[in-house]
T-cell receptor, first 118, second 115 residues
Framework: DTGVSQNPRHKITKRGQNVTFRCDPISEHNRLYWYRQTLGQGPEFLTY????????KSRLLSDRFSAERPKGSFSTLEIQRTEQGDSAMYLCASSSRQGAWVAKNIQYFGAGTRLSVL | DQQVKQNSPSLSVQEGRISILNCDYT??????FLWYKKYPAEGPTFLISISSIKDKNEDGRFTVFLNKSAKHLSLHIVPSQPGDSAVYFCAASAHLRNTGNQFYFGTGTSLTVIP
């Protein structure tokens, strides 16, 4: 399977704990995105990497959230001191900078990590 | 501030008939629009896209229409099949801003195709 892989698929944690999610993008994709999706809503942009550089962050990404992509391959999203409002599906997507214009502008999504904060 | 809106949370259509899903946007800077399809327990899957230089793009049973003056796009599926039953998200980006193609998503429309 050469699609976007996210781990874990589900995470249940207690309020105040830290959690970390991992995303492995499609191997030749140099762009990586994190989104958050709550019930009844569409995905909301959190942050974007081009290679290892974090180029854009949404105001939704509070100080408790941090994302890294140290070698320009996989990425991690950490949430510190989780709150019940952090409960959501966290989606990762990747896209390529190469190829035709249409191909460069399609984001491919993983299945997501569902976080439940008790 | 919801910049992309899908005002119909759900739609039911008989198999073989046309499904029309609608999407409205407010940001005139958007120049690229996509439709994604999502099954339960899976991530969104790209379906079809359209650039703002076009007003129609067709791929098999799927056609997307763009009306820039009305800031409106629609997805037509014909003929509809039971396997098309899923949640459909409209997404938009302002590619020319060169901000990495952040996508703005609508809230989705749940399509049910009745056999």
């Amino acid at each position: 399977d050469t699609g976007v892989s996210q781990n874990p698929r589900h995470k249940i944690t207690k309020r105040g704990q830290n959690v970390t999610f991992r995303c492995d993008p499609i191997s030749e994709h140099n762009r990586l995105y994190w989104y958050r999706q709550t019930l009844g809503q569409g995905p909301e942009f959190l942050t974007y990497f081009q290679n290892e550089a974090q180029l854009e962050k949404s105001r939704l990404l509070s100080d408790r959230f941090s994302a890294e992509r140290p070698k320009g391959s996989f990425s991690t999203l950490e949430i510190q001191r989780t709150e019940q409002g952090d409960s959501a599906m966290y989606l990762c997507a990747s896209s390529s900078r190469q190829g035709a214009w249409v191909a460069k502008n399609i984001q491919y999504f993983g299945a997501g990590t569902r976080l439940s904060v008790l | 501030d919801q910049q992309v809106k899908q005002n119909s949370p759900s739609l039911s259509v008989q198999e073989g008939r046309i499904s029309i899903l609608n999407c409205d946007y407010t940001n005139s800077m958007f120049d690229y629009f996509l439709w994604y399809k999502k099954y339960p327990a899976e991530g969104p899957t790209f379906l079809i896209s359209i650039s703002s230089i076009k007003d129609k793009n067709e791929d098999g049973r799927f056609t997307v229409f763009l009306n820039k003056s009305a800031k409106h796009l629609s997805l037509h599926i014909v003929p509809s099949q039971p396997g098309d039953s899923a949640v459909y998200f409209c997404a938009a980006s302002a590619h020319l801003r060169n901000t990495g193609n952040q996508f703005y998503f609508g809230t989705g429309t749940s399509l049910t195709v009745i056999p």
